[in-house]
């Protein structure tokens, strides 16, 4: 069976694309694909869309904290939710980490995968502020 191609859009800012990016990377061999590491921003995505993180939809945020604690068992991912989730996802935002990985990806891609699942481990399981340049050198 050929090899299929698989990119992955993903931004370190959802705790849910950290699932997807685990499991990807975790079984790309098992699964036969070559998988690409597309780091974008998602808050200009949901911006020009319109469309509403689930954080910020009541009953769905209620929803999403409760189902990562069963994604984080399910798929052996150290997820600890942030002290202040809001901050960390609305105000801070990781428009300066998806810049950076995006620099990442065109001079060292052979780093990408260890410096955004760095990134992911400092934001939401060490709950440590990535937009602070010195969080950036550190990772690299």
């Known amino acids: 069976m050929s090899r299929k191609s698989v990119e992955l859009f993903y931004d370190v800012v959802s705790p849910y694309t950290w699932f997807a990016f685990e499991v990807m990377c975790r079984y790309q061999t098992r699964w036969n694909i070559s998988l690409k590491l597309r780091p974008f921003f998602l808050g200009g995505v949901m911006n020009e869309s319109g469309n509403r993180p689930p954080a910020m939809v009541a009953n769905k945020g209620q929803y999403m904290f409760k ?5 984080k068992k399910y798929f052996g991912v150290p997820l600890k939710i942030p002290s202040d989730p809001p901050k960390v996802m609305f105000e801070k935002g990781s428009l300066s ?44």
């Open 67 to 71: 189902d990562m604690q069963r994604l």
């Open 97 to 140: 980490a998806q810049r950076f990985l995006t620099a990442v990806d065109m001079s060292m891609p052979d780093k990408l995968e260890n410096v955004t699942r760095e990134l992911w481990l400092r934001i939401w399981s060490r709950d440590e502020d990535i937009t602070l340049p010195e969080s950036l050198a550190e990772v690299s």
